[in-house]
């Protein structure tokens, strides 16, 4: 079973409008966890990296957030934009650097 | 741009045939990763390097797969006798070397697409 599940697997959002992507991880020890936006046909690029002791990182647009006490974790984009299309992944990272990725959340952002 | 260059970017050959890919990590980088991404699904780790030392190899990679990173520079990945399975997105990343924290943020290439006919 996968040790980072993430959801939806898929969204399709209005340009201008807000969405939130969503991670849940069972990742233990933890040392951070990692939001990848990753474009058709190219490496993923991050965009924040938290350790454990952070609840919140933005990046310009992209605001994530964690709780580790829930192993939760959420990614925010406010005002997408038609270059915010892309699957995001969210990974963890257990205490000796070991990466977990997720399968990715689909994002679809129309006109 | 000195990012993780990976080349080539496609690759179309037949079942049973050998594959060759390389990667050029970011200069300073001395960590080195291979990972398998197949569509619809996150990158599967494959191995890494520290230096030219391989130092981890999962289960996914079989006999048939081989890896090297002679100078500790760039490093190939060979497919042997390629199978359907084998189609994939072939993805490299770099890093500084992490102090067994996993906080070295991983830098990829836009990976090597192999399609198997």
């Known amino acids: 079973k996968n040790q980072v599940e993430q959801s939806p697997q898929s969204l399709i959002i209005l340009e201008g409008k807000n969405c939130t992507l969503q991670c849940n991880y069972t990742v233990s020890p933890f040392s951070n966890l990692r939001w990848y936006k990753q474009d058709t046909g190219r490496g993923p690029v991050s965009l924040t990296i938290?350790?454990?002791?952070?609840n919140t990182k933005s990046n310009g647009r992209y605001t994530a957030t964690l709780d580790a006490d829930t192993k939760q974790s959420s990614l925010h984009i406010t005002a997408s934009q038609l270059s915010d299309s892309a699957s995001y992944i969210c990974v963890v990272s257990g205490v000796w650097g070991k990466l977990q990725f997720g399968a990715g959340t689909q994002v679809v952002v129309t006109p | 741009d000195t990012g993780v260059s990976q080349n080539p970017r496609h690759k179309i050959t037949k079942r049973g045939q050998n594959v060759t890919f390389r990667c050029d990590p970011i200069s300073e980088h001395n960590r080195l990763y291979w990972y398998r991404q197949t569509l619809g699904q996150g990158p599967e780790f494959l191995t890494y390097?520290?230096?030219?030392?391989?130092?981890?190899k999962s289960r996914l990679l079989s006999d048939r797969f081989s890896a090297e990173r002679p100078k500790g520079s760039f490093s190939t990945l060979e497919i042997q006798r390629t199978e359907q399975g084998d189609s994939a997105m072939y993805l490299c990343?770099?890093?500084?070397?992490?102090?067994?924290?996993?906080?070295?943020?991983?830098?990829f290439g836009d990976g090597t697409r192999l399609s198997i006919l």
């Open positions: 990343a770099s890093s500084k070397e992490d102090r067994g924290f996993g906080n070295q943020p991983q830098h």
């Open positions: 938290m350790t454990f002791s952070e």
């Open positions: 390097f520290q230096n030219e030392a391989q130092l981890e």
